[in-house]
């Protein structure tokens, strides 16, 4: 059972081992060796070559760089991310993007003002303290007071994510170089050029599965880690005795001491090196989503031994042979055992890269939940699974991003260096984040906050110091990578706000829309019509224009607003928020259909039927609830209830009942020309003779409960499910966004040239809702921003 069927059956992984069963527990623990540390584990293959680098190796450094790789794997996989950001998940949801959406609940620190107070009535939305010290209380002032605060945060978590997705195109290329430079350990050795081609060759089929999913990954690859982590703790057992038992000794910090005064400038430098030992160890906060944070402790205490057996075993393997340190991890092998020790590296090396992959879709989707990503394809491997995604779009751009990588350095070292950097600004934010979130969420002192960044960046910032001093020889590629996705991001995000600030001052008066009538010439003709529209409230500017160009529209209007909301997911019973936007005679709704960072809008084809049901349901609870209601001389817009469509069939107003109709087509001609033609005619004569045709229809029908109603409750009924039978038409904004004649250079290089650009080559709005092709009415307009 995957974590994500768990989630489905009622079990949510939210971190508390006491929500789930020792037996559960244990099979998350089990998967989580493909899906969480898959890149942490192949570390090992390419560790010491990279850390190593001083001009006269010996003992000494050989045996300081081993204290080095052990004291990182206990200060941040074990001590910062299993002790602490474990637990600041999100509702079970971990990642840069769960810290962020945390501090966005608790503090007012989105850019775009579309949230309401309905929303912080989501059973997700409530969690942490309700109330409030004077400490987090101040520091929310200054966030919430300060735009320019809340755009360097958005600015730093866009950076974070960037170097996240940069990490998608580095890990494939320096896992599997790595994993296939074991040929060079064996008898026939391959040219540079073969080995290259082998890689390629990998990589390639690596991203064609991708399109497969990552609950394959889970249940089939696990096992291929757990016997990469038992083979090289054996393999490490086997080099300390054989080699060096006194490498035991290297434990203690004083080696560390001796290391950097034997090594000087360049020990220092190597600590970029040591960061690779623990790559991959931010997909043990991502991965939470998936597991609980039980699981991955219980995992991780099998993980960190394997991993330090291993590279003291190399230690004491290379104090020996200071000349195998290029290839240290296969020469430290023995000879009978390199070729099955290869056969699972590269099958390790492809796991650890796919589960890397699949983060880079998540983080994808989740920014553009948040409004800072292009529109794109998002694939369900599992129809029955959340959260197993794929972004064809996105795999193919990775791919070609690292195949010219691995062409173009053809070597570990220096795409090592890109990858660690990347690597260490990524735990810099994160740490960063998590500060805030313990005195703004937590509402902890600022001591305890400033104890938890000023220790952790002291260290960091060491190990980050030394990354930059690489940047000439490869960590730079890191960082153009992270500049790209960057400016890709914040583009978007800076357009969207935009685009949505113009409909913000734009809206049509409610004033006006009471108006509307056939004094004025409009005509209400039969039907449902859905406008979509970014607001959460008013009535969008294209509606005017719509009215204006074709001075008529349906009897029942629903303005329809499809937002995100700073959770991970939105159960369905609270997924529509119903309201009133005119008095009742004029038919004019509104539903704000909310969905969590982490959501993916399913393509049922149901859509219409829940809103009208949603809608029926708010015209019973409005009729009942009277006097709680606000009085008809009063605003109607803003008057919002959450309504489930998620109703028993006895106890429904609106009840769906699907029936098979017979409709009589005419016969076709005969086809002298094509024997298959007449042979399938004559099949489909006698399935359905004298041209009857089967098809099945969705009716919709005033439930049992709707008995004993006011007369106008049920006439609005029958005149909802009336003007569902007549036909339901989408109406959307096709929208061109312009940068004003008086805005400034770069404003107008943003807008005209970037932002319009991207809308160009992403995914359309219709799209992207699912909305037929059919039944859509696109309203052309032109935003000056």
């Known amino acids: 059972m995957t974590p994500t069927m768990a989630a489905e059956s009622g079990v949510s992984p939210t971190g508390n081992p006491s929500q789930l069963s020792w037996a559960r527990n244990l099979i998350l623990a089990y998967q989580s060796f493909g899906l969480v540390y898959g890149d942490l584990s192949t570390s090992p293959l390419y560790v010491y070559p990279s850390t190593l680098i001083a001009k006269h190796p010996n003992e000494d450094t050989i045996f300081g760089a081993f204290s080095l790789i052990f004291w990182t794997l206990t200060l941040f996989p074990l001590l910062k991310h299993l002790l602490v950001l474990l637990s600041a998940h999100d509702n079970g949801e971990g990642g840069t993007f769960a810290l962020y959406s945390l501090l966005c609940r608790h ?18 939305y409530k969690c942490g303290p309700s109330s409030e010290t004077g400490t987090s209380s101040l520091f929310k002032r200054i966030l919430e007071k300060h735009k320019r605060l809340r755009t360097a945060l958005l600015v730093l978590v866009l950076f974070g994510a960037a170097m996240i997705i940069g990490d998608g195109v580095l890990t494939p290329a320096i896992s599997v170089l790595s994993s296939v430079s074991g040929l060079q350990a064996t008898e026939k050795k391959l040219s540079d050029g073969e080995l290259l081609l082998l890689a390629c060759v990998i990589l390639v089929g690596l991203f064609a599965l991708q399109h497969c999913g990552t609950h394959r990954v889970a249940f089939m690859f696990a096992p291929i880690v757990v016997i990469w982590l038992i083979s090289i703790l054996f393999i490490g057992l086997y080099n300390i005795i054989h080699w060096n038992p ?130 794109v394809k998002v694939v369900h491997t599992l129809k029955h699974m959340y959260g197993q995604i794929y972004i064809p779009e996105i795999n193919w751009i990775l791919m070609i991003l690292t195949l010219a990588i691995t062409i173009g350095f053809r070597d570990t070292t220096l795409i090592a260096n890109a990858y660690g950097l990347a690597c260490m600004m990524v735990m810099f934010i994160t740490t960063f984040l998590m500060a805030l979130v313990i005195v703004v969420v937590w509402q902890k002192s600022y001591f305890l906050a400033g104890l938890f960044l000023g220790t952790l960046w002291i260290v960091e910032g060491v190990y980050l110091s030394a990354a930059t001093m690489r940047v000439p020889q490869g960590g730079w590629v890191s960082l153009v990578l992270a500049f790209i996705f960057m400016i890709v991001m914040y583009v978007w995000h800076y357009g969207t706000r935009r685009k949505y600030s113009f409909d913000l001052h734009n809206k049509v008066s409610l004033k006006w829309l009471v108006g509307l009538g056939p004094s004025l010439g409009i ?146 001609r005969q086809s002298s020309k094509s024997v298959t033609l007449q042979s399938l005619r004559s099949v489909y004569e006698e399935e359905y003779p004298q041209g009857q045709v089967r098809r099945r229809a969705v009716r919709l029908r005033l439930g049992a409960a709707s008995r004993g109603m006011e007369a106008s409750v049920r006439e609005e009924l029958k005149d909802l499910i009336g003007a569902k039978e007549a036909g339901v038409a989408y109406i959307m904004g096709h929208s061109y966004v312009k940068a004003r004649k008086s805005s400034s250079w770069l404003k107008k290089v943003t ?14 709005p219709a799209v992207a809702l699912n909305i037929p092709h059919i039944s859509l009415i696109e309203v052309g307009m032109i935003y000056y921003v």
């Open 751 to 764: 807008i005209d040239m970037g932002y319009s650009f991207l809308r160009k080559n992403c995914r359309g």
């Open 523 to 668: 005509v209400r003709v039969p039907g449902i019509g859905l406008v979509y529209s970014e607001l959460a409230t008013g009535v969008p500017a294209i509606f005017s224009h719509f009215v204006t160009n074709l001075p008529a529209f349906h009897k029942v209007v629903v303005f329809v607003c499809v937002k995100s909301v700073p959770v991970p997911h939105v159960s369905p019973e609270e997924r529509f928020l119903i309201g009133r936007v005119c008095p009742k005679p004029h038919r004019m709704y509104r539903c704000i259909v909310r969905y969590g960072y982490k959501d993916i809008q399913r393509e049922d084809g149901d859509f219409e039927n829940q809103v009208i049901q949603s809608i029926a349901e708010f015209i019973q609870m409005e009729a009942s609830e009277v006097q709680s209601w606000a009085s008809e001389s009063q605003s109607y817009d803003g008057r919002m209830a959450v309504l489930s469509s998620e109703k028993s069939v006895s106890n429904s107003i609106v009840t769906v009942s699907e029936v098979e109709e017979l409709e009589y087509a005419e016969p076709a």
């Open 107 to 124: 503090a007012k620190l989105s850019l775009l003002n579309n949230q309401q107070a309905a929303d912080e009535e989501l059973s997700a």
């Open 246 to 375: 006194k490498i035991i000794h290297a434990i203690s910090p004083l080696y560390i001491i001796k290391f950097f005064r034997v090594t000087g400038h360049d020990g220092w430098i190597s600590l970029g090196g040591v960061l690779l030992s623990v790559t991959g160890t931010q997909a043990m906060f991502a991965g939470l989503g998936h597991f609980t944070s039980f699981s991955i402790r219980l995992a991780f205490a099998v993980v960190y031994p394997c991993l330090v057996v291993q590279y003291m075993g190399q230690a004491a393997f290379l104090s020996k042979n200071l000349g195998s340190i290029p290839n240290s991890f296969y020469n430290s092998i023995p000879d009978p055992v390199v070729w099955p020790v290869f056969v699972i590296a590269t099958l390790a090396a492809i796991v650890g890269s796919l589960a890397v992959i699949t983060a880079t879709f998540s983080i994808i989707k989740q920014c553009h939940a948040l409004g800072c990503f292009p529109r």
